[in-house]
């Protein structure tokens, strides 16, 4: 990733809030016949052989598309892991126009993605078309609202339960303890489990095979496995063998579960989908529940620890934005919610944990100056649109106070995606996080290991802290 500019200096710091978020140049963008996209050119191709331009995507993908926006501008096409040169843009109209078109004209590609073989073809993240929607609409209620509000306790709980067990003066990799909370409350929210499960349980079985795997999936043999599954429904090799170790505790929670007497007076997730019913009268499958679950336990859980663990690291390295929020949560400011929420922004911004989205158009797309034909996948660069300098003037740097008096734009803030496929959890993500980061920074003193920034790892298709967002706890309550 390339090394952002050096901590502002209060100079540079007392820039107004509305100097530090702007308004972007328009550019046309959308559906167009077929007679007009031939009569446009094509977006610029990365001049690079196709196993190179395979290579540093997928090891080094914030940089390869940085330097490709320097050289190419707002769109380009390039060879990667998706079949059918995908054009990347960064643009927020032609973000706002693929987020908008009717799904049958721009479907997402995420059944394409890397995670098919792992959460399955029938998962609301996979799906397509009217089986998403259908998907979508059974777990929508258990995303907002009143369930939301009830999971707050349950995360305060959790993440008390872990910050007790840090220890004061050593090193310590925040990922893999932020995962223990967020992985306790997804646990809870789908299955209705206060704290860790018990030993010998199913449930107990799949939380510590889920801890394993994402371990392992840092390891540089799960690069080498996730090639291996590209272009697949089904798992295959090392993938194939690890999901057993998943599958096997999640089947026999949904046998146990649907067996229970008192399955109706349970608001859980797993007991949610085993009573939910389509309009037809049909009831999902064994199948399409793990899927199902498989998806929120894994992507439900992973990216909102790895933001955590970005938003210390960012903090940690900024201590002028540290204080702030320091300052109005152990003084319990009348802003402490707002300061609070502007780390959680602009940490997201900075650093996007999913970096890229996209959709596969069925018909010819116009993007700004360029058009593309039917068929071609369009990768919007959430990682790029976030550090445009149009919309966010001095985009490098970690600045929270760039969002007081600003909401994030709908096609310029894109952690979670957009549209009819904007992340069905997102709700849920911002309230454990809001919890979290707040407990955090009113209990604890928090240091970074070394002034150096961390890098970024690519893995599957998550942007993670490369050394884990490691750091020393200097004081505890």
């Known amino acids: 990733m390339a090394t952002p500019p050096p901590t502002a200096t209060t100079e540079e710091s007392a820039a107004a809030p509305s100097d530090l978020i702007c308004e972007h140049a328009e550019s046309p963008a959308g559906p167009i016949d077929e007679a007009t996209q031939q009569s446009m050119p094509g977006p610029p191709e990365i001049d690079l052989h196709r196993s190179l331009q395979v290579l540093r995507f997928s090891q080094r ?15 380009f096409r390039f060879h990667g892991l998706i079949p059918g040169r995908p054009a990347i843009t960064s643009h927020p109209d032609h973000v706002k126009s693929l987020f908008t078109a009717k799904p049958e004209l721009a479907p ?11 959460v399955g073809k029938d998962s609301v993240l996979t799906a397509q078309g009217a089986r998403h929607m259908r998907q979508r609409k059974l777990l929508l209620p258990a995303f907002h609202g009143e369930s939301i509000a009830r999971y707050v306790q349950m995360i305060e709980e959790a993440a008390d339960r872990e910050i007790s067990k840090w220890p004061v003066g050593k090193k310590i990799e925040l990922t893999p303890r932020m995962q223990a909370i967020t992985l306790d409350v997804i646990m809870a ?36 496995a996730e090639l291996a599954n590209i272009g697949r429904s089904e798992p295959v090799g090392i993938t194939k063998a690890a999901l057993k170790l998943l599958d096997r505790p999640t089947y026999e929670v949904i046998s146990q579960r649907r067996a229970t007497a008192d399955l109706e007076e349970r608001a859980d997730i797993l007991s949610m989908l085993l009573q939910a019913t ?14 199902e679950l498989l998806t929120l336990v894994l992507a439900g859980h992973e990216t909102t620890a790895n933001t955590l663990s970005w938003a210390w690291e960012r903090l940690t390295r900024n ?21 609070v929420e502007y780390v959680l922004n602009e940490t997201m911004r900075s650093r996007p944990v999913i970096p890229m989205v996209g959709r596969r158009v069925t018909v010819p797309w ?10 071609t996948p369009i990768a919007m660069s959430i990682f790029l649109v976030h550090h445009r300098e149009d919309v966010y003037p001095d985009p490098w740097q970690f600045r929270p106070e760039r969002w007081v008096g600003h ?71």
């Open 366 to 375: 116009q993007l700004g100056e360029y058009a593309v034909p039917a068929g």
């Open 319 to 339: 201590p002028d934005a540290y204080g702030v929020l320091r300052a109005a949560v152990r003084g319990d400011h009348a802003d402490k919610e707002d300061q």
């Open 108 to 118: 997402s590609l995420t059944s394409e993605s890397p995670l098919r073989p792992i």
């Open 61 to 75: 993908q914030a940089e390869f598309v940085l330097a490709a926006k320097r050289r190419y501008g707002d769109v």
């Open 278 to 291: 389509t309009e037809e009268g049909e009831s999902l499958s064994d199948r399409e529940i793990r899927d």
């Open 189 to 224: 929210g789908i299955f209705g489990i206060d704290g860790e499960p018990s030993r010998g349980t199913p449930e107990y079985q799949l939380r510590q095979a889920t801890k394993a795997l994402t371990e392992a999936s840092t390891w540089p043999i799960a690069q080498v």
């Open 407 to 477: 909401k994030p734009g709908t096609y310029t803030w894109i952690p979670f995606g957009g549209g009819t496929r904007r992340c069905l959890g997102a709700s849920l993500a911002m309230a454990e996080m809001r919890v979290v980061l707040e407990h955090m920074a009113s209990r604890l003193d928090i240091e970074p290991d070394r002034p150096e920034a961390e890098h970024v790892m690519h893995r599957n298709v998550t942007m993670i802290p490369a050394r884990g967002g490691r750091v020393v706890i200097t004081r505890k309550d």
